[in-house]
DNA sequence: TTTAATGGTGTAATTTTCACACACTATCTT
DNA sequence: AAGATAGTGTGTGAAAATTACACCATTAAA
């Protein structure tokens, strides 16, 4: 049985990559569909913008009323128009990234009846998504992808404290390849942004390694306006 | 006497930013607005998109009617949606920017009675414009200056055979600074995308400079995977 | 007490970046 | 034809950054 849908006009809608860090892996944040088209799938967090929201104010609603997540600091990244991108009429699409600490984070609920859950999926073996949400999810991660390399953003996926290891393992996870502990060390010392807290590891059966926290207030002032151009 | 327009509902419309380089200066293209809102007033080239064509081929099409300018390479970059950036309703825009060579350009003449005419005009300077067109410009502006660095973009501005002294003194233009003319010389032919020609400069009245020629070819060979990343 | 697992550390070789100055050549002027 | 002008073209040494590389220390569990 074939389902009719209304069809519209113009409509902006936002979708959101939100990418997490969990066990050494990155992870995005999918929901199912409640709702057609693509009723079952998975699909990234988006929805319609209102008549009287700025786009960024709608990023932070509609993500929250999919997954209940709030005050996400979301960096739009990239605009997807084809005329055809959506069954159902002309939808443009604002697509926005964001960066989180999965641990510390409540469980995922969604308030409104679009999406049935909303879960965590590693980024390496995604299903096919609904839409084009499987182009989204790619320009989002060679975005991230690069940035890592000249803004702070490693730190916005990890605990507040962390080691020295698990710093490195993202950055091993997001490049997809192994680094020398030393160097890496050596260069993120270097920097002089990472504070060395007194702490160190709870609960774990080997040697507890040293907790740090990025200071953000020493990083501006090291890369005040302009953050280091090409490195 | 108060002028009475018409509003509308939710309307995308598509801005560009494009870039020129000539006399040793940064320019860009701006319209004289020919239509309410913002009559008369210098603006960037930009108008609605059509409900059929997608928003890179509405870039296309809106810039080519206002400045009679066809078959720009133009790269989205940021997309402006604050509630009211446009007096007479809601009106996302995409914004997109484009490098070009000036010279070898025919004379710029808008097709469209939207604006009266285009012109090009130094970055440095430039009068308040139309909208928030003002920021776009600087977002733009940001955009470029970190690219320079990472992505060909400065032979799009440069006539097809130009000096070593001609791509410094762009480098010079973009950073707002001066560089060494042997470290620059060293560095830039270090890479290996640079094809010596026989030819020399004419029409000098001082030591003809030899002409170089960006090798496509050799550059998306040498940076393989790399260079496109978020093309 | 042994084992398993990870934390933590330094040095030398290589490569890259940077600072720096002067002679050459084509044209124009007188 | 001599000189002025204006931009072209070239090399070296010092400093800084990057890379490669291996072993002992600490903790908890077995």
Redesign the interface.
């Known amino acids: 049985m074939e389902i009719k849908l209304p069809t519209f ?4 809608s936002i979708d959101c990559v939100i990418f997490g860090f969990e066990a050494g892996e990155l992870k995005i944040l999918l929901i199912e569909r409640n709702e057609e088209p693509f009723k079952d799938w998975l699909a990234l967090p988006g929805y319609i ?1 209102e ?6 104010d ?1 990023a932070e609603r509609i993500l929250y009323e999919l997954t209940g997540l709030r005050d996400m600091h979301m960096q ?1 990244f ?2 997807f ?3 055809n991108r959506h069954p159902q009429g ?1 939808v ?1 699409t ?1 697509a926005y990234y964001a960066l989180i600490r999965i641990n510390g984070q409540k469980e995922l609920r969604p308030i409104t009846q679009y999406a049935r859950k909303a879960f965590w999926h590693p980024v390496n073996e995604l299903p096919k998504l609904a839409f084009d949400h499987s182009e989204i999810f790619k ?1 989002a991660f ?2 991230i ?2 940035r890592l390399h000249y803004q702070p953003i490693a730190f916005e996926l990890l605990p507040e404290k962390f080691t020295l290891t698990q710093l490195q393992s993202l950055y091993e996870a997001v490049e997809n390849k192994k680094l020398d502990k030393r160097n890496f060390r050596k260069k993120m010392l270097s920097y002089g942004f990472l504070k060395e807290l007194d702490e160190k590891q709870k609960g774990v059966s080997y040697r507890a390694a040293k907790l740090y926290k990025f200071d953000r207030r020493k990083y501006a002032k090291i890369f005040h306006n302009d953050m280091n ?2 490195k």
Chains 1, 2 share one sequence.
């Open positions: 006009d113009s409509v902006f913008v008549q009287d929201e700025s786009i960024d709608a739009q990239h605009t128009g084809e005329v002309r443009i604002v320009t060679n975005k992808r690069r151009i090409d």
